[in-house]
């Protein structure tokens, strides 16, 4: 009895292994035998022809297609990609359709549709062309808002108006502004406002200008230069006496060098550092507001340098004053000046003017002030006596103080406990004359401003110690 295995390989090669016994035992006849044996067998047949015979081919009816993909299964693949569309279509059959609704059918994914080189996972608008620095989107004005987003795509404006032009910079765009070259009040809500100065009791867009002076700056800084100190301490003067102009805006303004957005930034700062000088001067911060145009509203050429230094600036535009505080608005308001008289009996004194001392000797006659309030101290160095008093100069006006010190006799003055005395070094006392009436503010006919001479040249005044005070 004989049990044996048999195994074809499909190139046709087999091998056969068998074991047994026999059945009747005889001379010769082994008790049992083991064998092994090799054929062949021509298997050759390749139904669909592709080079994979039938028995390996996972589809001998279907012929690979060898288009390098998964070409060892001997099986066609009709859509490599997966995207369902046939390879025979697919323009990039190794490559998914994205479906995004532009060019779906060609089977190629489209990573920037409108090809302005911006990838569509960044483009705010993948199928309109744009620049880049708008997120894809156009922007036909370069005003640097969107088309989508600009409520005048075609006219450049700022974003505080959506884009549409606003000439007098008061948010109100021109299309809507009734008065598109003079400022709305602050007041005034600009999305409601019809973009007019208001017409009762305030009058707005006055411009002050200081004479021929200007703030300058070096440039690309925002520091003040030292001589821009005098122009800005007029202006403080100027509107401490007059508390009618209630609000001005300060403006800051750079000349062509540098780009835009750091032009605007730095004339924002130039106008706040004027700002705040003037708060240091006792001006309310709730009366001023700063702000920066930049390169937007140049006076003078860019191409020389004299041009750009004057095109750095700031100026001062009162936004909304009482009415009859100044002259009409619009109308150039230069500082004007008053004087002072100052008549003593004596010649052994001098003066302080807001505690600087003048360099000119007693009696003075006919020296100049700017209007406003001003703190006169005088001094007598023989008796140490002290007379203060405190005036408003007017525009034009010249204002007399009669200062008595001593008497006819001798006699000083008793003193007043209700006086505070100044720190003065002790002097020896000498009789001076009394007068006979008490000091008094007399108005007298205002002077030519031609006729007033220089302003006073002024130094600080020495310190001295407390002798006592006297009454006038």
């Known amino acids: 009895m004989h049990l044996f295995a048999n195994h ?3 190139s046709g090669l087999g091998m056969t292994v068998g074991a047994g016994t026999g059945f009747i035992a005889g001379l010769g006849a082994p008790e049992y035998r083991v064998f092994t044996g090799f054929t062949y067998a021509n298997l050759s047949r390749d139904g669909d022809g592709d080079g994979y015979v039938d028995a390996i081919d996972g589809c001998p009816e279907d012929p690979e297609d060898f288009d390098e993909f998964e070409d060892e299964d001997g099986c066609p693949d009709t859509d490599n990609d997966g995207d369902t569309i046939a390879d025979v279509s697919d323009s990039c059959p190794m490559k998914p359709e994205d479906f995004d609704e532009f060019e779906d059918g060609n089977g190629c994914p489209d990573p920037d549709n409108d090809g302005d080189g911006i990838l569509d996972a960044d483009d705010t608008c993948p199928i309109e062309r744009g620049k880049e620095f708008h997120l894809g989107c156009p922007d036909q004005d370069l005003d640097g808002l969107a088309d989508t987003d600009d409520l005048c795509p075609d006219e450049s404006g700022p974003w505080e108006t959506r884009g549409c ?10 299309e809507r502004d009734q008065c598109p070259t003079e400022p709305r009040s602050m007041d005034d809500p600009p999305d409601t406002s019809n973009g007019c100065p208001p017409t009762e009791e305030v009058i707005s867009g006055g411009m002050i200008r200081l004479g021929e002076k200007m703030v300058h700056f070096d440039s690309g800084s925002h520091t003040l230069k030292s ?3 005098p122009a800005l301490n007029e202006l403080a003067e ?3 006496a007059n508390p009618g102009i209630k609000r ?3 403006s800051g303004h750079t000349d062509n ?10 004339s924002q700062q130039r106008a706040e550092a004027v700002l705040n000088y003037m708060a240091e001067r006792g001006i309310s911060r709730s009366r001023l507001v700063a702000r920066g145009y930049g390169e937007l509203r140049n006076i003078d050429t860019n191409r020389t340098a004299r041009g750009r230094a004057k095109n750095r600036r700031v100026e001062f535009r009162i936004l909304e004053q009482q009415d009859g505080t100044l002259r009409q608005p619009g109308e150039v308001v230069p500082l004007q000046r008053g004087a002072v008289t100052i008549e003593l009996s004596s010649t052994w004194g001098f ?3 807001d505690g600087r001392k003048v360099n000119q000797p007693a009696p003075l006659r006919q020296l100049p002030l700017l ?3 001003h703190d006169i101290r005088v001094h007598h160095e023989k008796e140490g006596l002290n007379y203060e008093v405190t005036v408003t100069i007017a525009v034009g006006e010249t204002t007399t103080i009669t200062v008595p010190f001593g008497d006819q006799s001798g006699h000083e003055h008793e003193p007043n406990p209700d006086e505070t005395p100044w720190d003065l070094e002790e002097t020896p006392t000498a009789p001076a004359p009394r007068p006979e009436e008490a000091p008094s503010l007399e108005p007298e006919e205002a002077a030519p401003l031609d006729e007033i001479g220089e302003p006073w040249i002024l130094e600080e005044a020495p310190a001295e110690e407390e002798t006592g005070s006297a009454t006038p």
């Open 248 to 250: 001005g805006e300060i």
């Open 351 to 353: 003066v302080t003017i």
């Open 165 to 174: 032009p606003d000439l007098d910079m008061d948010e109100v765009f021109d």
């Open 257 to 266: 060098e540098g780009g835009d957005s750091m032009n605007m930034r730095l």
């Open 8 to 10: 074809t390989l499909p």
């Open 371 to 373: 209007i406003g309030s």
């Open 227 to 229: 001589g821009s100190h």
């Open 238 to 240: 100027l509107l401490k």
